[in-house]
């Protein structure tokens, strides 16, 4: 009599076929990489008080672990903007080498549509997760990054929509017109009186 075993983790397709093991694989969680994780380490973002039609401009740093400034490549990252509604975000938008090494400008106009996703309260634009790459593959930063996660003290990714108040200026009082015209009139009739009296003078011997 033959025995048939089956193992934990195999199975038996059909009757006359050999036993096949499989096994489970897991995707890994994180941001993947080559060799090490990029770091965002310095978010700022200007100007802070801005109205719809503004121009915003983000310059961020990204680095390795030890600090050497990173190459993106592509020069592309993703950006979320949170407000106190909601959030929305900008994937793989172009960015732009400032000039200092690892440092980048991001520029995105201030419409509508971010106000009603995020709402008119204080928005934070965050690095996102693991959007940016340099030419090997490593990846990061390994969660959203604003200047709130940065321990550089003096950079602010935080934005507020300005409120303009609008002072009511009171126009001065009309004259009325029917008081204007009599007051003519009187002029008129007392300048004719003086005219009058003027001439009977000069008639007299």
Not at 7 to 27: A, E, M, R, Y
Not at 31 to 56: A, E, F, K, R, W
Not at 107 to 123: E, Y
Not at 147 to 163: E, G, K, R, V
Request: charged share 10%; aromatic share 8%.
């Amino acid at each position: 009599m033959l025995a048939i075993v089956l193992l934990p983790g195999t199975i038996l397709v059909g009757g006359s076929q050999n036993v096949k093991q499989t096994t489970t694989t897991t995707t890994p969680i994180g941001c993947s990489t080559y060799q090490s994780n990029l770091l965002v380490d310095y978010v700022n973002s200007t100007p802070h008080m801005v109205v719809v039609g503004d121009t915003i401009v983000t310059t961020f740093q990204v680095v390795y672990a030890d600090g050497t400034p990173v190459t993106l490549s592509p020069e592309t990252a993703s950006f979320n903007w949170t407000g106190p509604s909601g959030s929305t975000e900008f994937s793989n938008v172009p960015v732009i080498y400032n000039g200092t090494p690892g440092f980048y400008n991001y520029t995105q106009a201030f419409t509508q549509d971010i106000i009603q996703a995020a709402g008119s309260g204080t928005i934070t634009i965050a690095v996102a997760f693991c959007s940016c790459s340099d030419s090997l593959g490593n990846r990061g930063p390994t969660g959203d990054t604003s200047s709130i996660q940065t321990i550089i003290p003096y950079d602010l990714s935080q934005i507020a929509l300005q409120t303009t108040t609008t002072t009511q200026v009171t126009p001065p009082p009309q004259f009325p017109t029917t008081l204007a015209i009599s007051i003519i009139i009187i002029i008129l009739l007392i300048l004719a009186l003086l005219m009058l009296v003027l001439r009977r003078r000069r008639r007299k011997p």
